[in-house]
């Protein structure tokens, strides 16, 4: 092959390798601390749910239930970031062992930034069969917005 084939070869492999980001991430360090900034996580308030309909307060907040008692949730966005979505997903984690007990689907309004639900009044909610250490977690695609612990007891 004569040189000009080679060298042709070679930026031919050099820009298939820098489009498919073999040659490197592309992110510089102030993409990765962006990203950063982006990922603070809400934390879950549990407790009793706010008849008022502009209150987003848990009242009596808590963390232990009992096993038949209704659980009310509320966080609000950091820095009153919107949700900016119509759906967020709800992930009901047993403690131990991280198994993913029950997942809801909720929807919401993209331009709100808190949100306040009784759980376990939801139709897609299917009780609490075990007493123990549990946590949520609630998700906008694959960026985790808030999560809270809570345990559940005889």
Known sequence: MSRIGWILLLVGLLIVGA????LGSG???ADAEEQEETTEVATIVFGDYPQDEGNYEIIHPRKHFGRDEDV???FQMPGEKKFDVTRL???II???GDRVLQEMIEEVKPKDHQLKWEFTSSSSFHGFYETGDY???VWRGKD???EGDFIIMD
């Open 144 to 146: 985790l917005l808030a």
């Open 72 to 74: 009310a949730m509320a």
């Open 27 to 29: 992110e510089s360090d």
């Open 94 to 96: 047993k403690a131990d």
């Open 135 to 137: 946590q949520m977690k």
């Open 89 to 91: 997903k709800f992930q």
């Open 19 to 22: 489009g498919c980001g073999m």
